[in-house]
């Protein structure tokens, strides 16, 4: 299977963060063996990158569109969402409390990245003051067995 | 994209059935409702999950929040939810621990 393709540009607006979920996992379906359980831990680390950038373009008040570009190939499928925000610095995120601890309710943000981390196969994070780029990897599940085919 | 949020009483709780999907455009909407009806003097609320097709992290943090205000009134949110896709999420944040996740409406207001 040679790589496949499909490139989205959305405008930085909260309503269409369905459509980046609706196409990615349309082509994890189509182009890939990905199991149903994957593909939706792929929808909910795409719905996270996206709400992110989405947010970052509002801070900035910019009309600038949000890329969402998803490649698949005979091993894997890549995801890669690109803002134009302010960035972040992802090594110093702030920390959670314990969820023992009852100060862990004053937090209703800030689930995202470790959501992505925790969903996918691979995930880097590019961040400058110029934006923030976030690619997403699910190898595919025969690839995780180590079937060869 | 639809959001379903529909409100019964039952057994002496608030039961707020959520379907459809709950992210970042459809949050602010079950975030209103949750006040409003913690406004209204509803202060033991059972979120009923069944109808939820997706749920993100935008969704956990209304849900984190209605908590955290109901047990300023010495309230208390309930969930219910049986999908591991749902559920999946609350595992990975550790939220589990937090919320008292039910089977059935019947089990949360029988608890």
């Known amino acids: 299977m040679s790589a496949r393709a499909v490139q989205l540009e959305i405008p930085a607006g909260a309503e269409f963060v369905a459509l980046a979920r609706l196409v990615v996992s349309a082509m994890a379906s189509a182009e890939t063996q990905l199991s149903d359980d994957r593909v939706d831990d792929l929808k909910i680390a795409v719905s996270e990158a996206c709400t992110n950038a989405i947010e970052a373009h509002d801070a900035l008040e910019t009309d600038e569109r949000v890329l969402v570009e998803c490649r698949a190939d005979e091993s894997l499928l890549e995801v890669r969402i690109e803002d134009r925000g302010s960035g972040f610095d992802v090594s110093n995120l702030p920390e959670h409390p314990p969820v023992t601890d009852p100060e862990r309710l004053k937090f209703e943000r800030g689930l995202g990245i470790p959501l992505i981390r925790a969903l996918v196969d691979e995930v880097e994070f590019s961040s400058s003051d110029e934006g923030t780029a976030v690619r997403i990897v699910m190898r595919h599940d025969d690839a995780i067995d180590g079937y060869s085919g | ?111």
């Open chain 2, 1 to 111: 994209m639809d959001l379903g949020l529909d409100v019964t009483e039952r057994d002496g709780y608030t039961v707020l059935a959520v379907r459809g999907e709950v992210d970042v455009y459809t949050a602010p909407r079950f975030r209103e409702r949750l006040i409003e009806l913690v406004s209204e003097g509803k202060h033991r609320i059972v979120v009923d999950l069944e109808g939820v097709d997706f749920l993100d992290s935008t969704g956990l943090g209304v849900l984190v929040g209605g908590l955290k205000r109901l047990r300023s009134h010495d309230g208390d949110l309930l969930l219910v939810c049986t999908q591991s896709r749902i559920l999946k999420v609350f595992e990975i944040t550790g939220l589990t621990k937090v919320f008292s996740i039910f089977d059935t409406v019947d089990a949360a207001v029988g608890s």
